[in-house]
């Protein structure tokens, strides 16, 4: 018999590494590096996505009232983006949140002609705005898709017809440290045709004392989220973490930039998770890693344009300069010198 080899199609192995297992591949390797960590895209179950729908709401939390204002003020500078022709709206990490509402009712007040296709990995969101856009706008047309930002991409790509108008908002880019976000953007570049536009939020560097009470609010809220991972792999994966034995701990770095979230272990302790089948220890006051919220400079914004081939037409912000929704668009035409570039990110963030 000849040698002979197959490409594997995603058809060919989805129904064998299904989400769970990947969830357990994730936390297996979160658990066992050092120092450990788990990526805050697994915070979105049920109970997490409420959790983030009432943070949304805290005064404590600006990002939410700052961004609604600029979207308030400048939703006409961004439909004018877009152009005149009929367009796909496409919102990734949508959430459940009034910033989509908001922008979905300027723009049908308009007569804008698109269509909306939100993203976002929790089913529970997604249900939930789905069946609330049905209500408030019978006639849109939703197709809504459950998935991570990277499958999502997959999708766009595949859809050249119209012009793509992508919203990223509530400063989700500020969970990449900056090699992973130049391999998102670059990624969402190679999903998207030249011109496309894209509005991203960004959550501007201030003063130190506002950014510690958004991550460590009063009534505690944010410290639930954060302990709801640990409630999620009990659940899912047959982990048994006593959370009474984890504090939440928000904390900002000021030499990266980034607020930090982590759960840390109050005592020396053994975890067992069924689904891994085995044990992980901890030891005294050994922090989980579980969140990064990096701030930016408007030239960071900027840098990050320019190293991704986009152009920036412009930083929408809001009344106090707490945050900026950034207009850019895609530039596809002279980026012979930009291709070279994607090997090397997608070599770094691997
Ligand atoms: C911080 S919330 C922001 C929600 C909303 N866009 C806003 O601005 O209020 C992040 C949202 O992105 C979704 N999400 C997080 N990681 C994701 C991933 N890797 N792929 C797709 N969606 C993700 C979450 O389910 C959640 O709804």
Not at 45 to 61: C, K, N, T, V
Request: net charge negative.
């Amino acid at each position: 018999m000849p040698a002979t080899y197959k490409i594997l199609q995603s058809a060919d192995h989805a129904d064998s590494f299904n989400n769970r297992d990947a969830f357990a591949l994730d936390v297996l390797v979160g658990l066992s590096s050092m120092p450990k960590s788990i990526s805050s895209k697994y915070f979105y179950d049920q109970r997490g996505s409420e959790l983030f729908r009432q943070i949304s709401l805290l005064p404590e939390y600006y990002l939410t009232e700052r961004e609604l204002e600029i979207i308030e003020h400048h939703w006409s500078t961004v439909a004018a983006a877009a152009g005149r022709e009929p367009f796909n709206l496409v919102e990734l990490g949508a959430g459940f949140s009034q910033k989509s509402l908001l922008f979905l009712e300027h723009f049908a007040k308009a007569g804008l002609a698109f269509r909306y296709v939100p993203i976002d990995i929790s089913e529970s969101a997604m249900a939930g705005l789905v069946e609330s856009l049905g209500e408030r706008f019978p006639h849109l047309e939703v197709n809504g898709l459950v998935t991570d930002y990277f499958n999502g991409l997959k999708w766009l790509n595949r859809r050249h017809r119209r012009r793509n108008l992508v919203l990223f908002l509530g400063s989700s880019i500020g969970n990449f440290n900056h090699t992973r976000a130049c391999f998102f953007l670059r990624s969402l570049w190679n999903a998207l045709n030249h011109d496309d536009v894209v509005l991203i939020g960004f959550d501007m560097k201030k003063d130190i004392d506002l950014l510690l009470r958004a991550y460590n609010d009063s009534e505690g809220v944010t410290r639930e989220f954060n302990l709801n991972l640990l409630c999620r792999i009990n659940g899912e994966l047959g982990g048994n973490f006593d959370l009474s034995k984890f504090r939440h701990f928000g904390t900002y770095n000021v030499s990266s930039g980034a607020m930090e979230s982590y759960l840390v272990s109050q005592e020396r302790q053994m975890v067992f998770i069924e689904a891994i089948g085995r044990s992980f220890l901890f030891e005294p006051w050994e922090p989980l890693h579980t969140e990064y919220s990096y701030k930016y400079l408007a030239s960071d914004i900027d840098r990050l344009a320019e190293e991704t081939g986009f152009e920036v037409k412009q930083h929408l912000y809001d009344s106090r300069n707490y945050f900026a929704d950034s207009v850019w668009r895609v530039q596809k035409v002279g980026s012979g010198e930009l291709a070279s570039r994607d090997r090397s990110l997608t070599a770094k963030a691997g």
